[in-house]
């Protein structure tokens, strides 16, 4: 019965959308979110994200798991696993440590599938705390780092470790 009701609680969750929207739209957390329509804009989402084979985005998405069939414009940042599923056209940039891309679907633009390394940027997005403050920690040694040149880099996985510690508030 319990594993019934925590079925049907994450089915609940599902958001549907069969419109036309423009602008920015943001889940802080996790959603089951399907779109079918048109989108332009930015889209952060945690979770399952589906874009379907009638959608058009336009868009900056960032996601945990994106699944694609439909026709994507842009750059795509997902922390889990980006699937292209046929007949999807994604054009533009990804960044993903798994990628899937099924026969059929089409793909033009750059990926980026380093061990999971994250930029200042990314890891601004991924903690949800400002910029200025990654660069303060990376530089005084109270977040797990590495230079690259002139950059700051950060693996997933240590920075994870370091937030389950209890180092991040």
Same mark, same amino acid.
């Given at each position: ?7 049907h ?30 989108f332009?804009g ?12 009638? +959608? #058009? &985005?336009?868009?900056? %998405? ?5 699944? *694609?069939?439909?026709?994507? $414009?842009? /750059? ?11 007949? +999807? #056209? &994604?054009?533009?940039? %990804? ?5 899937? *891309?099924?026969?059929?679907? $089409?793909f /033009? ?24 403050? *990654? ?5 005084s ?27 991040i508030?």
């Amino acid at each position: 019965m319990a594993l019934r009701d925590r079925r049907h609680n994450q089915e609940e969750k599902v958001l549907d959308v069969d419109a036309s929207m423009q602008g920015s739209l943001c889940f802080k957390d996790p959603v089951n979110l399907r779109i079918n329509g048109k989108f332009e804009g930015v889209l952060e989402t945690r979770g399952n994200l589906t874009i379907s084979d009638t +959608a #058009l &985005v336009i868009a900056r %998405i960032i996601g945990d798991n994106i699944t *694609i069939s439909g026709h994507v $414009k842009g /750059e795509i940042l997902a922390k889990d696993k980006i699937s292209l599923l046929s007949p +999807a #056209l &994604v054009e533009g940039t %990804i960044k993903t440590s798994k990628l899937v *891309i099924a026969e059929g679907a $089409k793909f /033009e633009g750059t990926c980026h599938m380093l061990e999971d390394v994250l930029t200042v940027e990314d890891l601004a997005k991924y903690l949800e705390v400002d910029s200025n403050s *990654i660069l303060d920690w990376a530089s005084s040694g109270k977040v797990p780092a590495y230079k690259d040149g002139d950059r700051w880099k950060f693996q997933r996985t240590k920075i994870d470790e370091w937030v389950a510690s209890g180092a991040i508030k």
